[in-house]
């Protein structure tokens, strides 16, 4: 099982861009899904979440410009992020809880490898 996360770059504060992190391999069923940040010197922290259902958790940072979506056919989440400011900069991940298999497992959580978004000012 793999997560491939793409969409990353550099853009203007203001600007927007789009996240893409799909899920491929021996999947069974995928739980929930979520995208994380790592600026420098940071810590690892949650941005946003998606469950299976469609209910979302944002962090408040970024509530209101940022939205979270999946394609549950598709092991794929996506995150829009709008109105872009300098402190989003950071390595953004994405994380999923995926069962593998035939099904027995509990969902165990896989990462992706990282996307660097950065913002200008």
């Known amino acids: 099982v793999q997560l491939q996360a793409s969409g990353g770059g550099l853009v203007q504060a203001g600007g927007s861009l789009r996240l893409s992190c799909a899920a491929s391999g021996n999947i069974f069923d995928v739980h929930d899904m979520g995208w994380y940040r790592q600026a420098p010197g940071e810590q690892r922290e949650l941005v946003a979440q998606?469950?299976?259902?469609?209910?979302?958790n944002y962090a408040e940072p970024v509530k209101g410009r940022f939205t979270i979506s999946r394609d549950n056919a598709q092991f794929t989440i996506y995150l829009q992020m709008d109105t872009l400011k300098p402190e989003d900069t950071a390595v953004y991940y994405c994380k999923a809880g995926i069962v593998i298999g035939g099904g027995k497992n509990r969902p165990a959580d896989y990462w992706g490898q990282g996307t660097q978004v950065t913002v200008s000012s």
């Open positions: 998606i469950t299976r259902f469609g209910s979302t």
